[in-house]
């Protein structure tokens, strides 16, 4: 039997699975000072989503001799949030689970372009305060336009899809994708992307190298002008990770009118709390939901359920990233 922290949260029914295989399961939030103070270390495997952070400090704190967490479940896909060097070197399982979200998280993404070309965040303001705004909240069809992709994985890919039957013309770039994939156009660099598209939505990691990679000079490289020659402005949509975007020069971009709209589901800082973003009547966002449908849920605890399940039976889970 194995004893299991369920730090942010997980389904009903993926901890009535755990339960009935016999293993104890503590739902409880630890915050980064409980777990330096080693609050984790009596548990076997930990299950966290996003809010909470195991990097290098928090997983030595985590490990007693033999003992402590042997298992990190990370119930979603970003893994940013844990030190997998840290991890492996302390024999820890990790795994995630990156296919569970997919159509949650790719649905939300073109909901935020949709909203985001037709203005349709800021139309629902205006109208609550009073305001019939039909003439100034003319929008731009997305058909026609050319979507350019930053990272190329499944959510990526879902994207595109959706994209192409509303009549987008579809380009991507993944330094891991060379060759054309379902009729997407895959380019040798990120900028070359942001020359020719329009409207752009990122799914890439967060990386050192990725890091504030879509900032002033990456959209200022934008054309405003569709493939079927309307004049459109320029979209950004990220779901993926916060930190990607330059939210400063994003703002900036805004407000000069480089950059036509800006939705946000994933921010430098979270929970975002006051920001310049807020200020700008071409933003909208959502505070990390892209993944927070009842499927997805579902689907993501079951599957790391079934993970931490095997790696209980067997000491390896049939899926891991590390």
């Not at 942010?8 to 777990?35: F, N, Q």
């Not at 799914?203 to 990456?218: K, P």
């Not at 402005?233 to 703002?251: F, L, P, Q, T, Y």
């Not at 709209?261 to 430098?268: M, Q």
Request: include cysteine; charged fraction near 25%.
């Amino acid at each position: 039997m194995g004893r299991v922290a369920v730090t942010d949260g997980m389904s009903p029914d993926a901890i009535s699975m755990l339960e009935k295989a016999g293993h104890e399961v503590i739902i409880e939030h630890h915050d980064d000072d409980r777990i330096l103070e080693g609050s984790l270390s009596r548990f076997d495997a930990v299950i966290i989503r996003s809010a909470t952070k195991l990097y290098a400090n928090q997983i030595k704190a985590s490990v007693k001799g033999k003992g402590g967490v042997k298992f990190i479940g990370r119930a979603g896909v970003g893994v940013d949030n844990i030190d997998l060097d840290t991890a492996t070197k302390h024999g820890i399982v990790v795994c995630n689970t990156p296919g569970a979200s997919t159509k949650s998280v790719v649905e939300l993404t073109i909901g935020h372009l949709l909203a985001s070309t037709r203005h349709i965040a800021t139309a629902d303001r205006t109208l609550r305060k009073g305001e019939w705004a039909k003439k100034r909240l003319r929008g731009s069809e997305i058909g026609g336009k050319r979507l350019g992709l930053v990272g190329f994985g499944r959510i990526s890919r879902g994207v595109a899809r959706i994209a192409s039957a509303f009549g987008m013309e579809i380009h991507a770039f993944d330094p891991y994708v060379k060759a054309d994939n379902e009729g997407v156009i895959m380019h040798n660099t990120v900028e070359e992307v942001f020359k020719i598209c329009t409207h752009i939505s990122i799914h890439c990691n967060l990386t050192e190298e990725t890091r504030n990679l879509v900032n002033s000079d990456m959209i200022s490289l934008m054309p405003g002008i569709g493939l079927d020659g309307t004049k459109c402005g320029n979209h950004i949509v990220s779901c993926a990770r916060g930190g990607i975007i330059d939210e400063k020069a994003a703002c900036e971009a805004l407000e000069s009118g480089k950059l036509s709209s800006l939705a946000l589901d994933v921010f430098d800082i979270e929970p975002l709390g006051d920001s310049l973003l807020l200020e700008q009547e071409n933003f909208h966002g959502s505070p990390h939901i892209a993944a927070s449908t009842l499927e997805a849920q579902d689907r993501i605890g079951t599957e790391m359920a079934s993970l931490l399940i095997e790696f209980f039976e067997d000491g390896k889970p049939s899926y891991s990233i590390n």
